[in-house]
């Protein structure tokens, strides 16, 4: 079992920054993807980033890439997802995942272990 802990949310305003933390215990390895996830009202969850350690991939999706980046701090058991040059739509809950590696791709789904999520809110 994995527990995930999302911390960092909070208001903002457009073109800012916040960094979001996700610490990680139980049976925490490096064999193990971490990816963020947000959904916002009335929409379906969808990726935002990810990385796999072992192969020292990351992922991210198409709207967050070259603002957001995913990174670790193993000391700490800690992944964070620095979020810059926010945007109104951006706003959304933001979840922390954990899932087993299979190949040294990034995987956007397959994810079983969710953190409770971070209200993000950025204001225009």
């Known amino acids: 079992q994995v527990q995930l802990v999302e911390s960092g949310g909070g208001l903002v305003q457009a073109g800012g920054s916040l960094r979001l933390s996700c610490v990680a215990s139980g049976r925490t390895s490096s064999n193990y993807a971490m990816g963020w996830f947000r959904q916002a009202p009335g929409k379906e969850r969808e990726f935002v980033a990810g990385?796999?350690?072992?192969?020292?991939?990351?992922d991210y999706a198409d709207s967050v890439k070259g603002r957001f980046t995913i990174s670790r701090d193993n000391a700490k058991n800690t992944v964070y997802l620095q979020m810059n040059s926010l945007k109104p739509e951006d706003t959304a809950v933001y979840y922390c995942?954990?899932?087993?590696?299979?190949?040294?791709?990034?995987?956007?789904?397959?994810?079983?272990?969710w953190g409770q999520g971070t209200q993000v809110t950025v204001s225009s």
């Open positions: 990385a796999n350690w072992r192969g020292g991939n990351t």
């Open positions: 995942a954990a899932r087993l590696m299979i190949s040294s791709v990034v995987p956007r789904g397959g994810y079983g272990y």
